[in-house]
């Protein structure tokens, strides 16, 4: 591969690590073709851009961007794959569910949430790990609850108070 070519590959590594707040680092070697495009499929269709990468050339990309991915640096041997994506657990939920038939990918490393995570045992972790809308969706049940509750004993109490008035004008009129 030309220089120029490398230089291109890094730049555009650099872009992507910058730009992405996620990304898992994983082994995919041993997979056969129809696994890799099954895999390739299943990340497209979460919305998770998966490439194969150079160790060598995402060192030097980890180096050249804003992050500080100094602890990445022992997991980048043998194959690498990078998983880009915005929603912090997704690949980890991805990679559950795909290694419920096959061995790999293997879980390397991540960095989600501006936090790294090394190893593969890692992955139960950061399946669980809410992401924003979760998170979201939970502070708005919770802020939601008191009105509801609220409103129904309202809507409840006021139907009890509007028997209790109708009783009260049917006997003063007999």
Known sequence: MRREDKNVIID???TDLNQTKHFYLTD????NAAETSDLRRKCFESQIRLLVVKNTLLKKA???S???FDELYDVLKDSTSIMFCET???????IKEFR????KPV???AFVEESIYIGDNQLDSLASIKSKEELLADLLTLLTSPATSL???LASNGSKLAGALKTLSEKEQV
């Open 151 to 153: 409103a129904s004993a």
């Open 62 to 64: 980890m180096e050249k």
């Open 66 to 68: 804003d992050g500080d």
């Open 88 to 94: 912090g657990n997704l690949p980890a939920k991805l």
């Open 12 to 14: 555009n590594l650099v």
């Open 100 to 103: 419920k038939t096959k061995d």
């Open 107 to 109: 879980l390397k490393a």
């Open 28 to 31: 995919t070697s041993e997979l």
